[in-house]
């Protein structure tokens, strides 16, 4: 599976950005997708994911209300809308996926991972 993640930018404190995940290279019905996202000098962190068969999602407790995640069967994209966006979401987001229909919020799990995109919110 090849990603591909885009749509980071600035944005002020409160704003909202959606990032996209495009996906090529097998059918995604079996796999699950998360967004996980990595600040200069820290660990990788789970943000929330999608099985792709069922649209079933999961996220973390800091993105919980403002993020939601979906996708697009047709263009086999997977989305990130980010609202009510802190200065604390500043980081680099990736997209990564995996087969399978349980979301881990292990990072390690995922083997297929695409580019960063920057997320850069000002306060």
């Known amino acids: 599976v090849q990603l591909q993640a885009y749509g980071g930018g600035l944005v002020q404190a409160g704003g909202s950005l959606r990032l996209s995940c495009a996906a090529s290279?097998?059918?995604?019905?079996?796999?699950?997708m998360v967004w996980v996202r990595q600040e200069p000098g820290k660990e990788r962190e789970f943000v929330g994911g999608?099985?792709?068969?069922?649209?079933?999602?999961a996220y973390s407790n800091s993105v919980k209300g403002r993020f939601t995640i979906s996708r697009d069967n047709a263009k086999s994209t997977v989305y990130l809308q980010m609202n009510t966006l802190k200065p604390e979401d500043t980081a680099v987001y990736y997209c990564a996926a995996r087969r399978g229909s349980y979301i881990y919020t292990g990072t390690s799990y995922y083997n297929y991972w695409g580019q960063g995109t920057q997320v850069t919110v000002s306060s």
């Open positions: 290279g097998r059918t995604l019905s079996d796999y699950n």
């Open positions: 999608i099985v792709w068969s069922s649209g079933s999602t």
